[in-house]
Nanobody, 124 residues
């Protein structure tokens, strides 16, 4: 069974930090690109960061310089270190996996699997 399980969300004050984890199972982890997306209330889901199967990395302009994505293939886990958080970062954060021919590149082209999401709330 394919699973992506996010954790690490929570409530933090502006300027604080959180580290999200996305643990993958049921597929060959290093043959997929893994991306982080977020969706705030009333807004569309947006791509935040991605690490491809060739370790190409992408950040959206809104998080560049504040968020860091990393991968631990031994643990089938991708992390999103989020520093200097702002209230506008408040959203449900999802990880997704792409095993298509676009898996070598970021931002992600496909989305084969999704996690259930983890809530991040940043207070001002």
């Amino acid at each position: 069974e394919v699973q992506l399980v996010e954790s690490g969300g929570g409530l933090v004050q502006a300027g604080g930090s959180l580290r999200l984890s996305c643990v993958a199972s049921g597929f060959t982890f290093d043959e997929y690109a893994i991306g982080w997306f977020r969706q705030a209330p009333g807004k569309e889901r947006e791509g935040v960061s991605c690490i491809s199967s060739r370790d190409n990395i992408y950040y959206s302009d809104s998080v560049k310089g504040r968020f860091t994505i990393s991968s631990d293939t031994a643990k089938n886990t991708v992390y999103l270190q989020m520093d200097n958080l702002k209230p506008e970062d408040t959203a449900v954060y999802y990880c997704a996996a792409d095993g298509s021919s676009g898996r070598y590149y970021c931002p992600m082209v496909g989305r084969d699997y999704w996690g259930q999401g983890t809530q991040v709330t940043v207070s001002s």
